[in-house]
């Protein structure tokens, strides 16, 4: 086993980016103002070969706005349309296959046999650890073929400022390229932020121990992102979900606060979804590289400030933010006892105005309440949104009062719902074309939860200890035609517990009502353990409204 541990500035300090590029252009077609290519070029020399990177490369008939290089998840190949929609904002685009040899066919790029483990499918043990050098890892070759990327947009157009959007796993490669090479001017980052050897360890779980060895040294020294986040100089723009199971938005933080530029980074958190964002994130990029490399004059706000207090039976969110004349809108969102980010309740927290103008954020305790994590998002009036951090703060509190039963009502909305298994069209794999989810009304002009998605809520975790063997679910539904709806109980464990019903169709709310003995698992056993419940999720062929979501 190799002993040396390499740094940021030891793995990175003799790489050559400057080798012949050696393209070849496989289809070429003009698409409204652009010329698009299949290309070809060389990266790095590996022994007697060298990698050969594949990528989608439009350029502008014209003068333009700036380059963009997108590098889609490593999972994922070249997503063709997110590549046009920068294109038609102007600027030229590249994006690169980082994946390799894959199980379907098709153009990819070709990595020497020498590194195999380049190859997402071969990565072994190089995707969580170092077994050898952190320069002998898939990660080291994927930030490699970044560098090289980098090259071949300056060959293309040496005067553009160069932005970089690494989405989800390649977000963490692009760590590791906005650190080691200078003429990236701005980066995006979708979900990944490092810590990735932490994962599934909260970090306000006191409790949680994580065996540091020396490969473990050498991964968290040579390839994780808080390790680069020190040398990152360009304006940086962080985009993630509160509850994703693969990247934790807590631990993003802290890489954000190793930036040296604490003034030049923005980010944004969604609740809605667990793995994908909405719309507001690809507006908050179109802005962010509008700045920093198309140069437009545009004016981005200052990171947002939440204070957590706490008297009698009520959490007091203190809040502090700037261009307050050219906010749109405010939220609050609180979350109380919950360690694990991925099955987090947020609550929206209903603000209150004061005689005097004052907007307080005010929420009463149910139970007793050990520590809120709580967040705020800000959406100004040129589109841009920023969040706070994540505040944790312990508190001693404790309330007479049970947590309501309704998890839903249209009067009354205290749980954001997480969308999953989705069938909304994305774009580039991550960002949604259309609302996840929206409140609209229904029959008889009557609101409810509009969704084509899984629709999951966790606030069942809350009222689990309420639940016994003559508890029902209880809901209003309604779908134009006719339709099969299914409820899903999910266990901490993920054991899965199904109740199906359907829906007559027509413009009428609907009634249900599902007594919980009638929920059942594949083996067709019934529900016992209650205090087990982790949540509920409502799925349909097409799509369906909902309202007056009980359990009692």
Known sequence: MAETILTPITLWNTFDDTLPLKEVQLNTFTLNNAVYSQVYFSGRQVGLERVRIFGLYAM??????????????????????????????????LSVDLRGKFLSEGECTKYPDEISYANYASTGDTFYSAPNLASETCWYEWTAVSRYAVSYLKSKRPENKIGVIGIRNASNVLWQLSATDSRVDASTFLFGAGWLAYKGISKFDEKATIELNEERYRYIAGIEAQSYATYVKCPVLYLSTTNSDQFDAERALDTLSKLPNQDKYWFNFTTVAKEVLDGHSLIDIELFFAKFIAGQKIKLPSIPELEIDYEDEHIIYNLNYSNKKDVSNIFVLSSSNDLNTCDRVWYNVTPKVKPS?????????????????????IKYNNGFTVSSKLEFQKVDLSSSSKTPSVLFSSFK?????????????????????????RIKEGPFNIAGIYSENTLTSYAVRKIADSIEEDSFIKFDAYSPLKDCLLVKITLNNKACYEKSFYLNGGEFWQSVQLPISEFKDESAKGLKNFEDILSISISSSGAFMINNFILI
Do not use: C, M, W
């Open 60 to 93: 502008q008939k014209q003068e333009s706005k700036g380059s963009i290089l997108i590098l889609p998840d490593v999972v994922d190949t070249i997503d063709g349309e997110l590549v046009n929609h920068f294109v038609n904002l102007g600027y030229d685009v």
């Open 413 to 437: 909305q205290p749980v954001n719902f997480i969308v999953e298994d989705l069938k909304t069209p994305l774009l580039g794999n991550v960002f949604a074309k259309g609302r996840l989810y």
């Open 357 to 377: 103008g004052e907007v307080v954020f005010r929420q009463k305790v149910y139970g007793k309440v050990d520590f809120e994590i709580a967040f705020a998002v």
